[in-house]
């Protein structure tokens, strides 16, 4: 089986905060500079985690502001 490519790592990771609650709901998360150095990895491939959980509805981007964990339905 082929390892798991760096940016599903890191956003399997970050959903993983948001759903522990180490993220909160209106948290700002930091920026893709801090997350890039924290977990040694490139920009594109913390753009792109992102950009999954965006997709997933686990965070919103507001433009030239940052990224916010989005409320989260109840189960």
């Not at 522990?20 to 491939?45: I, R, Y």
């Not at 997709?55 to 502001?65: A, I, K, L, M």
């Amino acid at each position: 089986m082929p390892a798991k490519a760096k940016w599903v790592l890191l956003a399997d990771h970050f959903r993983a905060r948001i759903e522990s609650g180490e993220w909160a709901p209106g948290e700002k998360l930091p920026s893709t500079a801090q997350l890039k150095q924290e977990h040694g990895v490139s920009q594109t491939v913390v753009r792109q985690a992102i950009l999954v959980l965006q997709t997933q509805g686990f965070v919103e981007g507001v433009h030239g502001v940052g990224v916010f964990v989005a409320e989260q339905p109840d189960p």
